[in-house]
């Protein structure tokens, strides 16, 4: 017993002395660290960045902080009307010739049936009638206006703007960005030289801005009303084109059409330079390419197989023979080396139909052109044909009215 309390009495000892030495050791290396540890100049200089770095950090987290929303405001917030998603901007061009007892009663009915969706008349020339109904609506007026009579054709087109409008909307935003930078370097400039320079630059982008505007209203409009054109045929005057017992090479003719775009679909796409206050509606199409003007002028240019092989006259002959019986007048013309054929509607105020054509090699090169007036027709022509044969028409300082 003795010898075991002696044991427990030399271990308790051993274990204080022990705990004191590791306590005085400890208290002198942090004083030896101190005085022995001597930084070098970078790092010194590295430890003075990060201090004033540290400081700054507390600074700002010193400063008054910003104003938070409470969850009532961020609420109300969330309720604030926010910018629509994009969809896709579609147009569409609907045709319908029907065959119906009474001419007059039927487009009488028709007029009703569309202003019933929310549509209005673009153009009436006796038993052609024009219409615009709302896009959300096309359908349901398209089929109803089916019921008016014997349907001897329909075709509906739809035309996809949305890259059109994109690209248009693109080019706006930078002409505005680039005007607004002139107008920075207009007010810090001294130079006069300098000062001209980058009025005329301001005036120019000015006048740009304006026709893009202008273009994107354009297309706004397309997108936002369809046009649905309607052809009444008496039932005892119909006439028929003859192209039941047609050769197959040239049973594309009776198919061609100011309202429908059948010919075209079935070719390939011929770019042009988009004439002046017109906007070009597809993108990346390999069918056809198609500019259209807010007053319903379309410009559509495509090519396909000269088969049989012929040349330029012998195509123009074979398309006046066949279809000029539906027209009151058609004359000939020329654009560059393209033949034109000019065709009148039968009516008081007739809509003009344009068919140009030019064999080049295994191909015919045409174009269609839609004038749904004589005034449209003046006033659109020259820069038609500007594009056509590879001309800039100059843009006219005053608007035409």
């Not at 942090?30 to 201090?51: A, G, L, Q």
């Not at 969850?71 to 901007?89: C, F, G, V």
């Not at 046009?227 to 050769?247: C, D, F, H, M, W």
Request: glycine share 4%; proline share 4%; hydrophobic share 35%.
């Amino acid at each position: 017993m003795k010898f075991t309390e002696m044991f427990k009495t030399l271990i308790t000892v051993f274990l204080i002395s022990f705990c004191a030495i590791v306590v005085m050791t400890g208290c002198g290396s942090k004083s030896v660290y101190r005085d022995s540890y001597r930084p070098s100049p970078v790092m010194s200089e590295i430890s003075e960045r990060r201090v004033k770095k540290d400081y700054s950090y507390r600074k700002k987290s010193e400063r008054k902080p910003k104003s938070i929303k409470s969850s009532a405001e961020m609420d109300d917030s969330l309720n604030e009307p926010q910018p629509p998603k994009t969809s896709r901007m579609i147009h569409y061009n609907g045709f319908l010739k029907l065959r119906v007892s009474k001419p007059t009663s039927a487009i009488n009915k028709a007029t009703a049936i569309i202003k019933s969706y929310g549509g209005h008349v673009e153009y009436l020339r006796e038993r052609t009638v024009s219409f615009k109904v709302p896009v959300k609506n096309f359908q349901k007026a398209y089929k109803k206006l089916k019921t008016l009579g014997d349907v001897l054709k329909k075709t509906i087109s739809a035309e996809d703007i949305t890259d059109a409008y994109s690209n248009m909307d693109l080019r706006l935003r930078i002409a505005e960005q680039t005007r607004d930078r002139f107008l920075e370097l207009l007010k810090r400039t001294k130079n006069e030289r300098e000062k001209i320079r980058l009025i005329k630059q301001i005036q120019r982008l000015n006048e740009q801005i304006e026709r893009f505007k202008n273009k994107l209203r354009l297309l706004s409009s397309l997108a936002s009303f369809s046009r649905i054109s309607l052809v009444v045929v008496p039932r005892e005057n119909l006439v028929k084109r003859a192209g039941s017992n047609e050769k197959a090479g040239f049973k594309w003719i009776h198919k061609l059409s100011p309202f429908t775009r059948i010919v075209a679909s079935s070719s390939s796409s011929v770019s042009h330079n988009v004439p002046e206050g017109m906007v070009k509606l597809k993108f990346n199409s390999s069918n056809y390419w198609i500019a259209e003007s807010p007053n319903g002028v379309t410009f559509i240019s495509y090519y396909r197989r000269n088969n049989p092989k012929s040349d330029t006259d012998y195509w123009a002959n074979a398309i006046k023979s066949r279809i000029e019986s539906e027209f009151s007048s058609v004359k000939l013309k020329r654009i560059d080396k393209y033949k034109i054929l000019r065709f009148t509607s039968i009516s008081e105020k007739p809509y003009i139909y344009l068919v140009g054509l030019k064999a080049s090699g295994g191909n015919i090169y045409m174009f269609e052109i839609y004038f749904p007036n004589k005034a449209l027709e003046k006033r659109y022509y020259k820069s038609i044909a500007d594009s056509i044969s590879g001309k800039k028409s100059k843009t006219k300082k005053k608007e035409t009215k």
